[in-house]
């Protein structure tokens, strides 16, 4: 085979370099292709020609744009089907940076779709692999001489499809002026055609321009184009994320860093129409319509898995348009707002903290006058509004001055706190007991009639006379309370209901403390109802 080869190629620079066109220098050539064999043997090949030098043979689109950056080559012959970035991507990336560079695209099958997409991302030849051998040679002069080349197999595929070749003959390989009207029609054919799947939009100039924006930012971003493949991962993004651009771009695995199996993310879901119910699946009750710009979503997430202990990020996904409109892609930037949130929790919770203190007595851990007046304010709204009953019952302590007197100041405190134990573990779910003064409580029972309150305002004074007291180590005692209980009368004033509570207390500890009384009436009489003991 390399016999016939070599006989080809020494027609070949039998050529005069001026009919070539060639510089004096060999023009520098770069191939890549994930075929091993196929890409050693077009090296061979190329490097028996004087005229031209293979500076590189690589295996990948990435390994290409390394190469092309280290060894700025003439040309570049490309294969279009390879892993990783495609030729269509690597072609737009690599004219990005080097539009001077000359492109040709290697198939091993002419599909027409996947010619015009070379072409419009700024090949300037296209040669089957079947016929590499005999016509990349004329290939790389034709687009050295600014001329659009395409082997015999791939004009073929360019005819129109609906215009039959006459039977017997044979097809021919085609040159054109990059300004010739054959070219404009089948770029137009591109422009006018649904855009199909696998279809990369941005022409060069768009993505150089991108290219510019998202990698001069300082905010985490990354791009998919129209096939959801990543063609732009950021400095930021990289590390937010901890993924390098390298082990990203060209594949369409965006959720790696953030999810532990494949998912979409909010830009694929952009890139899908945005559709409500898929967003609401991945997103729900996170997501929201950017109000700053259109057809873009912004949530916000926990994502365990990036950092040392993971991290709050805010995301925002937009679409990319062309120039008419359509949409060629998606941008998704990244915000970690971790230590923002950090700060919110704790502040959050030292407000919490606080609003409690502020409502709750030190020595019981009951709430404390100013939430009762608050609160009984509410259960008073809430039972006038939906007519329920409403009880509330007043405490005091009984003898409570001797005893602090005989035992002394702490162990009167400790009768207190044993009360509001008491109070604590008697109530139901709903119910609250506040320590209202020095040695007097509240409770209040929302959805309570007078009745039930009695029993639990009997059950509740029982329990507290049998707590054994210790105030000294070799003395036991007991302490007991005088309760008062009333119903709330529909409209009357809370000071009027809280008088009549106390009333009940004050006959209490008349009837000889340690009961409870039920006062009759409207209410008590203003010198009773003060004086509750
Ligand atoms: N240990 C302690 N005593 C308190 C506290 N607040 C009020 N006191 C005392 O509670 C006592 C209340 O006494 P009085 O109002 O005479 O009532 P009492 O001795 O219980 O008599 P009756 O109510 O008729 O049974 C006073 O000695 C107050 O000093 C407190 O936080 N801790």
Redesign the pocket.
Known sequence: MHRIIETRLRDCTRLSPGARGLTPMPLRVLIADDHRIFRESLRHILDLDPELSVVDAVGDGNALLESAHQHHPDVVCMDVMMPGLDGIETTRRLLASQPEAKVIGLTAYPDRHYVLEMLNAGARGYVTKSEATEELQNAIRSVCQNQIYFCPEVSASLLDPGQARPPGEVPRSLRLSPDSQEVRTLLDEIGRAPVPAGRPIPTPDEFARLQQIVEGSTIPAFVLDQRHVITHWNKACETLTGMPASRMLGTREPWRPFYPEARPVMADLILDGAREHELRRYYAGKFHKSKLIDGAYEAEDFFPRLGASGAWIYFTAAPLHDAVGRVIGTIETLQDFTVRHQTETVLKQSEAHYRHLSITDN?TGLFNSRHFYKQLKSEIGRAIRYSHPLSLMML??????????TY??????E??KQLADVIRNCLRLGDNGFRI???EFAVIMPDTDVESARLVAERLRATFAAVRLKPRPDLTTHSTA?IGVTHYRPYEKLTAFIRRGDAGCYQA?HQG?NCVVVPEGRHAPEHEAKG??
């Open positions: 020595l005091d302590v009984d003898n409570f001055k001797k005893y602090n007197d002394g100041h702490l162990e009167g405190d009768v207190l003064g020095g040695e005088s500890k403390k509750t003991s």
